[in-house]
């Protein structure tokens, strides 16, 4: 179609119109994959009943159970069970999903993990296509060239019941990361630079574009790294148009299109990206040599700094003093060198094979620090397997590491895995926020490989100099 | 969803920007398969010391907060995760309205859904409110317009959502009444490009 540039979201959004915006009403915009998990979905299952609905499209919905499940194993190495509350939310989901025909990767499968790790991994993740999931790191998915984005409950049950949602077409933000990355600067530095930079408001009500040779440079994990973090930006999607390392990620995963469907879906898939000429909202350039490893001091993704930097000086904001406050820290001090309680490597944003194989590269022939318990969580069982067929596992457990079985864990401490009132720890999950990992608890966010490097020092450190 | 036209209250002023849902409602409190009760969860660990019992300096602990239907916070309210408990949460403390400078997206939507009324405002007039709590506001929804003593702030609202609280449209009633275009498009797209089992 000739006419005016458009941008990879425009083809994307405009391929999915049941029915284009207007001034009265916002787009009808299709869904091609409904993800779901325990904790957001009960609520919209029980609208649908009450109001005698179906589920439209089973075949386009996934579930799985992730949240609030435990990650430990019992006395007989199997996971514990989920209790109280939380098993009441396992089993609705097993219910709801067999009531309405909906699939279920539950506990126990093969394919069970954190959504956002199995979406890709089992090849549902397709470029150009749209997804959704009562999760705000959806964002996730956009690594693939996908709109993807989080949604409430009542937009849960809307999909189901629907298959569509009702949107306004979010404005563009196009964020190149010229020049490429110096060595020990990794994608989740990356994404913490870019947030530290432009605030957590900074791309709200828009869609990023990740682009730029730095970019074009990381790894399938990687690239889901940065667009999981691009709602700690504000941002409703976060997206890097698919090339070779896309394609070459996707092919022969289990969902991903087949022998004589695969040539023509990566045909298709090469028309999606922006062209040359198109038009965005908002444009940043950002010099990808001058990244340094980061790390957030506060209690916002936004609150970063490089981790050779010092906590910087609130002046008269209100929100940085109580920051500081609630992190115990003081203003012009460096953090290399605090001590630390706990470490946590796992979560949607760095619970995939690379960032184990990161951590496991400072942790082999070293342990953890006396007094310092340090958690893996892998992101599913599949990363799990793989992990374990690499002997990973036996590093961490060598190391003195505590090795667990997927899910969410410790990013959002929906279960047992939680930090102890003022308890400190390096986290390579998402959100550093007051609490977020246990109440009481305070957060510093960063790579897996700078948290393997906090675990053996018992402190903030540079991995640089731990591994030199 | 029961139509929403006007909202009148005292405020309860939460002077703080990036209030994030984690704070709205722990994650822990997310452990349910209802949207009812939630209560006990808003701002818990504010409201709440360790042991269970009030912290008394809290603006939501204060006597003159009690019986407020607006809540006047910092920008970029509810940033964070897409948990809609946070809505029912505040709902389910009476607040009809939340006024800030800057909503986050995902939060603002959910808001809609509900009948909580996100009011977005100008910083000037945002500042004045914040800086009296108690202040009596009345906000016109089909106006789209807060007005407190003698100033009078518009607002912006996206006029669909406007349209549903006013008339108490549902918004997935709507969704299905627009079935055969949703078939329509499914009928050209073709078959889904995958077999789960």
């Given amino acids: 179609m000739q006419g005016r540039p458009r941008t990879l979201v425009d083809k994307i959004w405009e391929a999915h119109l049941v029915s284009a915006e207007t001034a009265e009403t916002p787009a009808v915009l299709y869904v091609d994959l409904h993800l779901i998990h325990e904790v957001t979905s009960p609520q919209a299952f029980a ?130 990361f010229a020049g490429a990355l110096a060595p020990g600067v990794t994608a989740k530095d990356l994404i913490l630079g870019l947030i530290a930079q432009i605030g957590t408001a900074g791309a709200a009500g828009h869609a990023l574009e990740y682009r730029g040779s730095a970019i074009r440079a990381l790894t399938m994990e990687e690239r889901m790294t940065v667009c999981n973090m691009s709602i700690e930006a504000g941002a409703r999607a976060g997206l890097v148009a698919p090339d070779d390392t896309t394609y070459e990620y996707l092919a022969g995963r289990p969902f991903a299109p087949s022998f004589a469907d695969w040539d023509k879906a990566v045909a298709q898939w090469r028309t999606l990206p922006s062209d040359r000429e198109a038009a965005f909202d908002r444009e940043l350039t950002i010099d990808a040599a001058a990244l340094q490893p980061m790390i ?125 009132p003022g308890q400190y720890a390096v986290s390579t999950s998402n959100r550093n926020f007051e609490g977020r990992q246990g109440p009481g608890g305070r957060t510093f966010l960063a790579s897996p490989t700078s948290a393997a490097a906090a675990a053996v020092t018992g402190a903030i450190a540079d991995a640089r100099e731990v591994l030199a | 969803m029961n139509a ?51 912290r008394p300096e809290f603006v939501l602990n204060l006597p003159e907060s009690e019986g407020a239907k607006v809540l006047v916070a910092g920008r970029n309210f509810g940033c964070g995760s897409s948990r809609e408990h946070a809505v029912w949460a505040l709902q389910a403390c009476g607040f009809e309205a ?85 078939a329509a498009f499914e009928a050209a797209a073709g078959r889904v490009p995958w077999r789960i089992r």
Wanted: glycine share 10%; aromatic share 6%; with cysteine.
């Fill in chain 2, 4 to 54: 929403v036209t006007q909202i009148r209250s005292h405020c309860v002023v939460l002077p703080m920007d990036n209030v994030d849902t984690d704070q709205i409602i722990p994650a822990r409190f997310l452990v349910t398969t209802s949207r009812d009760g939630l209560g006990h969860g808003l701002f818990a660990d504010w409201r709440f010391d360790a042991e269970g019992r009030p």
């Fill in chain 1, 296 to 420: 957030t001091w506060g209690t916002s993704p936004g609150m970063g700094i490089p981790i050779r930097g010092v906590v910087p000086d609130p002046g008269g904001d209100a929100s940085l003093q109580k920051a500081l406050r609630y992190m115990g820290l003081e203003p012009g001090k460096p953090l290399l060198g605090r001590k630390i309680d706990v470490v946590f490597i796992g979560s949607c944003t760095n619970s995939r094979l690379g960032d184990l194989r990161e951590a496991a590269r400072v942790l082999r022939g070293r342990h953890v620090a006396a007094g310092v318990k340090a958690l893996v969580v892998p992101g599913s069982q599949q990363v799990k397997k793989q992990a374990e067929a690499e002997g990973l596992d036996r590093v961490f457990r060598e190391a003195g590491a505590e090795w667990r079985e997927p899910g969410c864990s410790m990013c959002l401490a929906m279960n047992d895995d939680r930090l102890l």
């Fill in chain 1, 47 to 176: 609208e649908l009943r009450k109001r005698g609905l179906r589920v439209r499209r089973p075949e386009r919905t996934v579930a799985t159970m992730d949240h609030a499940i435990p990650t430990r194993r019992g006395a007989d190495g199997r996971r514990a069970p989920a209790e109280g509350a939380a098993a009441e939310q396992v089993t609705a989901l097993e219910h709801n999903c067999r009531d309405f025909g909906v699939p279920l990767f539950p506990v126990g499968d093969a394919r069970q993990g954190i959504v956002h790790v199995i979406g890709p991994e089992q090849g549902l993740t397709h470029p150009g296509s749209t997804i959704v999931c009562g999760d705000s790191h959806t964002s996730t998915h956009g690594a693939f060239g996908a709109l993807a984005f989080g949604i409430g409950t009542s937009e849960v049950a809307h999909v189901l019941a629907t298959q569509s949602l009702l949107q306004r077409r979010p404005k563009s933000f196009a964020v190149e």
């Fill in chain 2, 98 to 182: 939340v006024v800030s400078t800057a909503f986050a997206d995902i939060f603002r939507a959910n808001a809609l859904k509900n009948g909580l009324l996100p009011v977005q405002l100008d910083a000037a007039t945002h500042e004045a409110l914040a800086a009296a709590p108690g202040t009596s506001v009345t906000i016109d929804v089909a106006e789209a317009v807060l007005s407190f003593g003698s100033q009078r702030a518009a607002f912006p609202i996206e006029p669909f959502a406007r349209y549903c609280l006013v008339n108490g449209q549902d918004e997935l009633d709507f969704l299905l009444s627009r079935e055969s275009e949703i």
